[in-house]
């Protein structure tokens, strides 16, 4: 049960930000992004063709109630988030359409106890007004007594047990959460106590639990509980058209072209923001591909677009109101990184110090220039992204001797220093051991990781180690990485913005206990790294809450990865694309503006806070 709920954990760590990653081209799953690199050439459908002052009249007799118009000026339209057909809003269903999907359009209609902000990590209130620590085992969080469901009744403490203990109850979205959980209790109508499990007191995945757990009424939900006699396959079959939340947001219409929810004007959260949103209602159109979608988006008739835009800056020459939220390269902020692991138990690559030297070969900037548009800003390695929210937790001078770039000439003479000598084709030998062919691999169609991986065959090519491109289909890929069948494989370890991270990060790729051997399924730890001070730092951080010892251990942490480099970094991918068109709306939040709204495209986390500063 452990390591199928590590599983879960995963699972869910990943899906929020499972937006940006690079998906299989093959995805059969209707509400989830296509890759979002691939360029489709097909033109856009008739349905989505609308004039950008226009009136929205697309008709159906499929969905829910009639397709009535909704004004332009009133409707903020998105894209990037659903890419079929709706099939349910149930989040018990596993696959819920926008903007129930979990984990990417928190805030809309089920909202969380607390909203993440991308920008510095700080979980801000919501249905949650306040969460303190009680010892080292209870988390109290104190409620927002203005809190109410869409249906009036009041949001209360057993609404939040209740939520939690579906979770325990049925193999769910947040199931993984009482690995760590020992249990949740109402304290008074206003109040919970999570209780961690003394075992396992891990307080940063406890402290993810609330803001990614969507809150769900227990008076709505007992009722389809009891109807479908307790049964999760049942229970997952229910469409929930008409969605009973806490949020700003209500369905308003849905077909298989588009989905649209309409402002609650009776919403509580207007106490907590002193006003509603601005936008009447959100849509979001479904469209074919990528490039249908930018079409859209550039004419105007898209607002926030999350999809992937290679060369975005083309996008706002001749004077169009588009924007990112830097003005300048990368554009947007980073969110996690994708990354090569090795297999150690390959002779040659067990040798930190030709680790080394590959990492050193690569050319970063190349790889952010042509595979992610210059999304990828320079390559600082560190178990932690290079930003704000989490540079903060290590010493960035007391690792700085460790970290490398690119620097052929210096890896040319790390391999020569440790006797790699070149053989007459150019490939250094070690040892008796030959330095290639090595097969790199990543799935085949996930074209900015195809590219990468061509950039590394080439980079180290010039230091004399022999890397041969491997891009098989997604599902074979999977089970080659959690079997450890590969060489060098690529994959991003714990992708998500969440408390939890970096400690997340350094789990996936550090901690080897609980790693099932070579030949068996894994799930972290991909290459078998094993140091048992490492193993003893990823133990100790989530026990920890004073943050000059917290700085302390990441640094120890990163210092042990810097040494050993199990994994290279080759680029920083937004969590979001959070680009915008202001031709409609305007005052979306950008870089330096003062207002400390995340570039979260105004549905998601403290990004939903960019519905209260917009206006036409």
Aim: net charge negative.
């Amino acid at each position: 049960m452990k390591v199928k709920r590590w599983i879960g954990l995963l699972c869910v760590l990943v899906m929020a930000a499972s937006i940006v990653a690079a998906c299989s081209s093959g995805q059969t799953e209707t509400t989830t992004p296509k890759d979002q690199t691939k360029q489709e050439t097909t033109t856009q459908t008739d349905s989505t063709k609308t004039d950008a002052a226009t009136t929205d009249t697309t008709k159906t007799d499929t969905g829910k109630g009639d397709a009535k118009e909704t004004p332009r000026n009133e409707t903020l339209y998105i894209n990037g988030l659903q890419w079929g057909a709706p099939t349910n809003f149930n989040l018990l269903s596993g696959n819920p359409a926008f903007p129930i999907n979990y984990g990417n359009s928190r805030e809309i209609i089920y909202e969380t106890l607390f909203m993440i902000n991308e920008l510095n990590g700080d979980l801000e209130p919501l249905l949650g007004k306040r969460y303190e620590w009680n010892g080292d085992l209870t988390l109290h969080i104190d409620l927002n007594k203005d809190a109410k469901w869409s249906d009036g009744k009041p949001f209360t403490s057993d609404d939040v047990v209740y939520t939690y203990k579906l979770g325990k109850k049925y193999d769910i979205n947040w199931s993984s959460y009482w690995t760590y959980i020992e249990d949740v209790v109402a304290d008074g109508p206003n109040g919970v106590n999570i209780k961690l499990n003394k075992d396992n007191a891990n307080k940063l995945t406890v402290l993810d639990s609330i803001e990614i757990i969507p809150m769900l009424p227990k008076h709505v939900w007992e009722e389809i509980e009891k109807k479908a006699n307790n049964d999760l396959a049942t229970i997952r079959k229910e469409v929930n058209a008409d969605p009973i939340g806490s949020g700003p947001y209500k369905i308003y219409f849905y077909n298989d072209q588009k989905i649209t929810v309409v402002r609650d004007d009776n919403y509580w959260g207007k106490a907590l923001f002193g006003k509603l949103p601005a936008p009447k209602y959100i849509t979001h159109v479904v469209y074919k591909d990528n490039a249908a979608g930018d079409l859209a988006f550039k004419s105007g008739q898209v607002d926030v677009s999350q999809q992937f835009i290679p060369q975005v800056w083309n996008m706002w020459k001749g004077g169009a109101p588009i924007k990112t939220y830097l003005k300048d390269a990368p554009y947007y902020v980073p969110g996690s990184m994708p990354s090569i692991f090795f297999n150690l138990s390959k002779k040659g690559l067990e040798n930190a110090d030709v680790r080394r030297a590959i990492a050193m070969s690569i050319d970063y900037k190349k790889i952010s220039d042509l595979a992610m548009s210059g999304y990828s800003a320079a390559m600082k390695p560190s178990i932690t992204l290079n930003s704000d929210a989490e540079a903060k937790y290590v010493d960035q001078s007391a690792i700085a001797a460790l970290q490398w770039t690119t620097d052929v000439e210096g890896a040319n003479a790390l391999l020569d220093k440790i006797g790699a000598k070149k053989g007459k084709d150019g490939i250094r030998v070690l040892n008796g051991t030959r330095l290639g062919p090595y097969e790199i691999e990543c799935p085949y169609g996930w074209s900015d990781w195809n590219a990468s991986l061509e950039i590394v065959a080439q980079s180290a090519k010039a230091i004399g180690i022999e890397i041969r491109t491997k891009f098989p289909e997604a599902p074979v890929w999977t089970n080659d990485l959690q079997t450890g069948k590969f060489d060098i494989i690529m994959n991003t370890p714990a992708g998500s913005v969440s408390p939890s991270q970096p400690w997340n990060r350094a789990h996936d790729i550090m901690y080897s206990k609980g790693v099932a051997p070579l030949g068996e399924m894994a799930f972290w730890n991909w290459g078998r790294y094993k140091n048992d001070q490492a193993d003893a730092l990823i133990e100790k951080i989530p026990t920890v809450t004073d943050e000059a010892q917290l700085k302390s251990l990441y640094t120890d942490l990163t210092k042990i990865w810097l040494t050993d480099i199990p994994s290279i970094p080759l680029m920083y991918r937004p969590w979001v694309f959070h680009t915008v068109n202001e031709s409609v709306w305007k005052g979306f939040p950008v870089e330096g503006d003062g207002s400390n709204i995340p570039p979260q495209i105004a549905i998601d986390g403290a990004g939903i806070r960019a519905l209260y500063q917009i206006h036409n």
